[in-house]
């Protein structure tokens, strides 16, 4: 029973990144007493089982950009931001309010990707106001101004913390690059150039790790179906979650969770670590 672990369990962050359909979502929903704060809009996906476990559902939807009339950049158009400040300011406000809410066990953000581009362009919706008649509104933030919004996650992620409530933040994944010397023939000479290495990295925060206990990357795999004497009998694609920071136990570093949820996580601790509060 759920609900029993919670009662003898300490409220944990946990970070979940992988490509979509990988179960994400799911678990973040096997959590105890979850409030979603929905920006992705595809929770239709979910089992009716999990579903049925929210306690309660808020949903945001992106405003709709406004070209400004004629100006563009390269292939940028330029535009003002509506919306957005006032999406946040919504968001900030209901989430106070559930983080006091006595049937609220866990705050589930979906996903971080999404609601990091919520505050950025809530930011820049204030910059553009805050403009004086006469001048150029701004387009976009310069990487010098992200730290006002980036204080912002934080402190949503510390309030949560504080109000004693498990935390579980869906994202999006996306190409890793590096910047490497490469030779480059129309120069004649070696240059800097941002290439992709392969993997994919979690869409979003690029502080996110250091604020969660947990995080994890989601992936689907073959999984060979066997029999009781060993032989295979089949396949099927299966989720996994394998941990890539283990803040609560070094020996959850590289597992790698067969339909990872609430309870495995929090039955490994309790394995490993009995009496200390999990």
């Given at each position: 029973?759920?609900?029993?672990?919670?009662?003898?369990?300490?409220?944990?962050?946990?970070?979940?990144?992988?490509?979509?359909?990988s179960?994400?979502?799911?678990?973040?929903?096997s959590?105890?007493?979850?409030?979603?704060?929905d920006f992705?809009?595809?929770?239709?996906?979910?089992s009716?089982?999990?579903?049925?476990?929210?306690?309660?559902?808020?949903?945001?939807?992106?405003?709709?950009?406004?070209?400004?009339?004629?100006?563009?950049?390269?292939?940028?158009?330029?535009?003002?931001?509506?919306?957005?400040?006032?999406?946040?300011?919504?968001?900030?406000q209901?989430?106070l309010?559930?983080?006091?809410?006595?049937?609220?066990g866990?705050i589930?953000?979906?996903?971080?990707?999404?609601?990091?581009?919520?505050?950025?362009?809530?930011?820049?919706q204030?910059?553009?106001?805050?403009?004086?008649?006469?001048?150029?509104?701004?387009?976009?933030?310069?990487?010098?101004?992200?730290?006002?919004?980036?204080?912002?996650?934080?402190?949503?992620?510390?309030?949560?913390?504080?109000a004693?409530?498990?935390?579980?933040?869906?994202?999006?994944?996306?190409?890793?690059?590096?910047?490497?010397?490469?030779?480059?023939?129309?120069?004649?000479?070696?240059?800097?150039?941002?290439?992709?290495?392969?993997r994919?990295?979690?869409?979003?925060?690029?502080?996110?790790?250091?604020?969660?206990?947990?995080?994890?990357?989601?992936?689907?795999?073959?999984?060979?179906?066997?029999?009781?004497?060993?032989h295979?009998?089949?396949h099927?694609i299966?989720?996994?979650?394998?941990?890539?920071?283990?803040?609560?136990?070094?020996?959850m570093?590289?597992?790698?969770?067969?339909?990872?949820?609430?309870?495995?996580?929090?039955?490994?601790?309790?394995?490993?670590?009995?009496?200390?509060?999990?």
């Amino acid at each position: 029973n759920t609900g029993d672990i919670w009662t003898m369990s300490q409220p944990f962050s946990l970070g979940i990144s992988g490509p979509t359909g990988s179960i994400k979502s799911s678990i973040a929903l096997s959590f105890p007493d979850p409030i979603v704060f929905d920006f992705d809009l595809r929770l239709h996906g979910v089992s009716q089982e999990l579903r049925d476990r929210i306690v309660r559902h808020h949903e945001y939807q992106a405003p709709i950009h406004i070209p400004l009339s004629g100006e563009t950049r390269g292939n940028q158009v330029n535009i003002v931001m509506q919306g957005w400040r006032e999406m946040y300011d919504s968001f900030v406000q209901t989430l106070l309010r559930e983080l006091h809410a006595t049937d609220c066990g866990t705050i589930m953000i979906d996903t971080g990707t999404q609601m990091r581009e919520m505050v950025n362009n809530g930011y820049l919706q204030e910059l553009q106001e805050a403009t004086q008649p006469g001048r150029e509104i701004r387009h976009q933030l310069q990487q010098i101004e992200y730290g006002a919004p980036n204080k912002r996650i934080q402190s949503i992620y510390q309030a949560v913390k504080a109000a004693n409530k498990f935390l579980v933040v869906t994202h999006y994944e996306e190409d890793e690059y590096v910047t490497k010397e490469v030779f480059d023939p129309r120069e004649g000479k070696m240059v800097r150039e941002s290439v992709q290495t392969g993997r994919k990295v979690l869409k979003g925060w690029n502080n996110t790790a250091n604020q969660m206990d947990i995080m994890m990357e989601t992936s689907l795999e073959m999984l060979e179906e066997k029999n009781e004497m060993g032989h295979v009998i089949g396949h099927r694609i299966a989720p996994f979650g394998t941990v890539t920071k283990a803040g609560l136990d070094l020996t959850m570093l590289g597992m790698k969770f067969l339909d990872p949820s609430y309870d495995s996580i929090v039955g490994y601790l309790r394995m490993v670590r009995p009496g200390s509060g999990w």
